[in-house]
């Protein structure tokens, strides 16, 4: 049964985090808040909890669409092709924020993943993720937590959200009520930006 931990944004308990990443490097499955909906992640290195997810969502691994959650920019050249300055000042502009921005991937790419041509990448304007994925040392994989109900899609009570996924994952972290908009898919992987989902980010950036 997962554990229920308490994180408060404003500034998250560095004991519990590490309590948290300590799972994620073990392999464990945690459900988290961001500056959106709560998502469910794990270590993107993590073959066997990366499975644990796919098997949940009823998808194929290989077949999986999920953002990497970064703590900032610095991790971009890790898995990012060389992007140009425009786009670049772009993810400045707009990150910290509530976008998805789907890039070109490079060679780097963990195992589980090198047959992508591109990945998506957030930085979520919340301290909870951004504090785990810092002291994890690298990305999270994320895929957001939909809701079975035809009307609300998201869950945004975290005690809900225990009690549906107990079972399943090892921690949900408590931070509060959660907002029910996902976040703004821009592909920039082409010659001209595509927005794929219209979520909480404006589109009023370009």
Known sequence: MAELIRLYEENPNPKQVEKVVNVLRKGGLVIYPTDTVYGLGCDITNSKALQRIARIKGIKLEKANWSFICADLSNLSDYVRQIDGPTFKLLKRTL?????????????????????????????????ARALVSELGHPIVSTSIRDDDDILEYTTDPELIYEKWQNLVDIVIDGGYGDNVASTVIDLSGEEPEVIREGKGSLEIF
């Open 96 to 128: 910290p924020g509530p976008y998805t921005f789907i890039l070109p991937g490079n060679n780097n790419l963990p195992k589980d993943f090198k047959k992508k041509k591109t990945v998506g990448i957030r930085v979520p304007d919340n301290a909870i």
